[in-house]
């Protein structure tokens, strides 16, 4: 019985020192793999002032003035669209969109602004990248410095954790760029 038991012992022993032969490494961090649809876009019809291409996968909901969101059911998310007419009132615009933007500062890791311009389709603007935890991911405007303005605020409709938005993000932020492309003023 003794030798049963001091075999036991060391056949454990044994397994446990042999088993600790390797370097231990730290779990690598693990992203979501989220899979979205190839990006489908078509020009928007309204009476509105501007046309743009939006992707088919958001949905329209018109508000009032011009004003619009597109929701993206299966991402979660809605880009809040605002437009307004230019009445000399230009530079107290742009100082509301970056009061509302940098009020995310508190809790975004970095903004990233992007001048855009397209001389073309008399179109200028900025695109504000908001990373980290902030309840907005990414501000823009755009205007033809005259008549236009127009804005737009992307949101989840979620508990802001980056890590967990970041597909969704990158994603929606690639139809921005597209909106802003394809925009045109109507007169």
Not at 44 to 60: V, W
Not at 83 to 97: G, R
Not at 147 to 155: A, E, M, P, R, V
């Amino acid at each position: 019985m003794k030798l049963v038991k001091y075999i036991s012992i060391i056949s454990v022993l044994s397994s446990i020192l042999i088993s600790c032969g390797g370097e231990v490494l730290p779990k690598p961090n693990g992203f979501l793999s989220l899979q979205y649809p190839e990006p489908v876009y078509a020009k928007m019809q309204t009476d509105c002032p501007y046309t743009f291409e939006k992707n088919q996968i958001a949905n329209i909901v018109p508000k009032k003035n011009c004003w619009m969101n597109l929701d993206y059911p299966a991402l979660n998310g809605t880009l809040h669209l605002s437009y307004v007419e230019i009445d000399d009132n230009l530079n107290q615009l742009l100082e509301d969109v970056q009061k509302l933007t940098y009020e995310h500062a508190v809790k975004a890791d970095a903004i990233e602004p992007t001048v855009y311009e397209n001389k073309a389709q008399n179109v200028y603007g900025m695109v504000y990248e908001v990373e980290g935890n902030a309840a907005s991911q990414a501000q823009f405007y755009v205007t033809d410095s005259t008549k236009h303005f127009l804005t737009g605020s992307l949101y989840f409709n979620a508990i802001p954790n980056y890590d967990s938005i970041y597909p969704a993000v990158v994603y929606i932020k690639k139809d921005i760029r597209t909106l802003i492309e394809t925009l045109k003023w109507e007169e």
